[in-house]
């Protein structure tokens, strides 16, 4: 089956560098989303990667290592509104058609403190 | 403005009593999606529909039903709601010609609570 695995928690300071983690197992595997998520609101794209490798915006950063099934998001100099639940997903192919599904990790809650 | 609604952001009903929460997006996506969140489990999809008159089961679609008879809409009907379907609702449309990441926009939530 297809199955994602994050930290349930991080704690950083205001400031800091938080890496936050994503392993995967899946078979037809296409790419790794990254999704922000604020207490009661709705989850927001953040990132995508399909190639192994590290893809810059701004602040965040998220990389991918398809040998090793595994990627990681990058928050840098962190600010107190990047307070918030990240959730990996991974997009698949699950026949031999186009056909592609997403599967969610359970989410990171981040708490960054002054 | 290119968004994704849904309505009502906010049910209180009982169980047993009909139903329906409204998605419509409008950007022309080709896909479309329910989710139910809830804590600790994360991200769950309900149906999807990769087009108009194609739907499909995700991954907990029992007590569920979906239509998709024109593109913008994806109206998600619970026929006889229960206690356990109390859950935070999201409808998310996505365009794999537009994206070639396939990025979700999702709509504001519907919270639901079935007494």
């Known amino acids: 089956g297809q199955s994602l695995e994050q930290p349930s928690e991080v704690t950083a300071v205001e400031g800091a560098i938080v890496q936050i983690n994503c392993t995967y197992q899946?078979?037809?595997?296409?790419?790794l989303s990254w999704y922000q998520q604020h207490d009661g609101g709705a989850p927001t794209f953040l990132s995508y990667n399909a190639l192994d490798g590290l893809e810059e915006t701004g602040r965040f950063s998220s990389f991918l290592s398809r040998s090793d099934s595994y990627g990681y998001l990058l928050l840098q100099e962190l600010q107190m509104k990047d307070s918030a639940s990240y959730f990996c997903?991974?997009?698949?192919?699950?026949?031999?058609?186009?056909?592609?599904?997403?599967?969610w990790g359970l989410g990171t809650s981040l708490a960054v403190n002054p | 403005e290119a968004q994704v609604t849904q309505n009502p952001r906010y049910l209180i009903t009982v169980t047993g009593k009909k139903l329906t929460v409204t998605c419509s997006q409008n950007m022309n996506h080709e896909y479309m999606s329910w989710y139910r969140q809830d804590p600790g489990l994360g991200l769950r999809q309900i149906y999807y529909s990769m087009n108009v008159e194609v739907t499909d089961k995700g991954d907990v679609p029992e007590g569920y039903k979906v239509s998709r008879k024109e593109k913008r809409n994806f109206p998600l009907i619970l026929e006889s709601p229960s206690p356990n379907q109390t859950s935070l609702y999201f409808c998310a449309s996505s365009s794999p010609r537009d994206s070639p990441y396939n990025e979700q926009f999702f709509g504001p939530g519907t919270r639901l609570t079935v007494l």
């Open positions: 997903a991974v997009r698949f192919s699950y026949n031999a058609g186009n056909n592609r599904k997403l599967i």
């Open positions: 899946t078979s037809g595997f296409y790419g």
